[in-house]
């Protein structure tokens, strides 16, 4: 899609802005889909043979690193969804602006500061 068309849509970010978010994202989603390819190489099993009691415990870790991987992946690539759709910067709640220093910072942010503090505070 043109970028022009989603700096039409999402009137806070300059055309600028949005491209370097992409680049951004789009390095992301890279880095995510190789640390999944070299955690899948790296996988402990549970069968291996124990040094010391320590496979269960990296078997737990591992497990946890491929989910944050892929959870992050996920909102990556739903983010570029959204920039495609021309819905990228707009909270996914109130339906205001995602401050842009919020995007900088955390480039696949699906929601504004505030619903975002709302959210954390009701889990």
């Known amino acids: 899609m043109n970028h022009r068309l989603i700096a039409d849509r999402t009137t806070h970010l300059t055309p600028e802005e949005l491209t370097a978010l992409r680049e951004n994202l789009l390095e992301q989603r890279l880095f995510r889909r190789e640390q999944l390819q ?73 929601y504004c500061g505030r619903c975002r503090q709302v959210r954390e505070a009701g889990r």
Do not use: F, N, W
């Open 38 to 110: 070299q955690l899948a190489v790296a996988a402990p099993s549970r069968t291996d043979e124990p040094r010391h009691d320590d496979v269960p415990s990296r078997v737990e870790v591992h497990v946890k690193l491929v989910a944050c991987a892929r959870m992050v992946l996920a909102d990556v690539e739903a983010a570029l969804r959204r920039m495609d759709e021309g819905r990228y910067g707009v909270c996914g709640l109130c339906r205001g602006p995602v401050a842009a220093e919020r995007l900088a910072i955390v480039p696949q942010a699906r």
